[in-house]
């Protein structure tokens, strides 16, 4: 199952309206933020304070050239750097969210490649911590596999994560973790051999509900991630993300979507009542 390009913006909420495909890509869910069923109470902290300590020194951010790209649902940027602990399952427990339209850049003190937007497509985009130096803090990039960008201080926010998604590929399975120490592990059905899903972290970008009894009448988790081989997916699914979705059939432990996890329902259901925007999800081998 995979969270086809956005086509329309919601008018009464936060949403995101993409076509999800997977069993079936006829249908035109909405896409929203995600939030837990019991939000943590800490209030957000302002951008410059919130990574620690200010260095002595904060290098400047140059001014970014004309004509950059902005990273969307559909759309991906060049010349950022690729996440160096991708594989890395020590819990992410900060998320940044802009408050204005920013470049992001390829270095502390480097070039701006692209901006980003407090939302994408009318979702709040909440964006995991990875690195923090000289006052410059790292993310995980959305629409990018594998990729990080890094932002100076400034008109930005962190709020605490609390959770984690955990995917073996190999061993067929999910397992929920929260505040560091894992809740529960369900057997899953991974990608295809020709669509697998995608290594590395992620995160949720909100969640999608689909009409079609295939994902069981509950919501999807939708991803940063997109699939790797864009000529590898079905017609009209270049612009692809990948999800995690409850399956109608008790068919798990296989290699057979599209790039999406497939989770048993009673599972996918106590995911969407525990996780929130933000949250990593790390895809292993």
């Not at 069923?37 to 001014?63: F, I, K, Y």
């Not at 502390?108 to 901006?115: D, M, N």
Request: net charge neutral; charged share 10%.
């Amino acid at each position: 199952m995979l969270a086809r390009r956005a086509v329309a913006l919601a008018a009464l909420a936060v949403t995101l309206a993409a076509p999800l495909a997977g069993c079936s890509s006829k249908h035109r869910p909405s896409i929203t933020a995600q939030t837990p069923a019991a939000p943590d109470p800490t209030t957000l902290v302002l951008g410059p304070s919130s990574p620690g300590a200010e260095p002595a020194t904060t290098p400047p951010a140059a001014p970014a050239e004309a004509g950059l790209t902005t990273i969307t649902y559909t759309q991906a940027a060049t010349g950022f750097p690729a996440d160096p602990d991708q594989a890395s399952t020590a819990p992410l427990t900060e998320g940044l969210q802009l408050q204005v339209k920013s470049p992001v850049y390829d270095a502390v003190g480097g070039t701006a490649r692209a901006y980003l937007t407090p939302q994408i497509s009318g979702v709040d985009l909440i964006m995991p911590v990875v690195a923090k130096q000289n006052g410059w803090v790292g993310v995980l990039l959305p629409s990018m596999n594998r990729s990080m960008g890094w932002l100076p201080p400034g008109d930005w926010t962190i709020t605490p994560l609390h959770d984690q998604i955990v995917v073996h590929r190999g061993a067929f399975t999910l397992t929920w973790v929260h505040e560091g120490q894992p809740q529960q592990t369900w057997t899953v059905t991974v990608g295809a051999p020709a669509t697998e899903t995608p290594l590395g972290r992620t995160f949720v970008l909100g969640r999608s509900s689909l009409p079609s009894k295939v994902y069981a009448g509950l919501d999807v988790l939708a991803l940063g991630a997109v699939p790797d081989d864009k000529q590898a997916v079905a017609s009209g699914l270049a612009d692809a993300h990948t999800g995690i979705h409850a399956w109608y059939r008790n068919e798990f432990g296989f290699r057979k979507s599209n790039g999406c996890v497939r989770m048993p329902p009673a599972a996918q259901k106590v995911l969407l009542s525990a996780i929130g925007s933000g949250t990593s999800v790390v895809v292993l081998p």
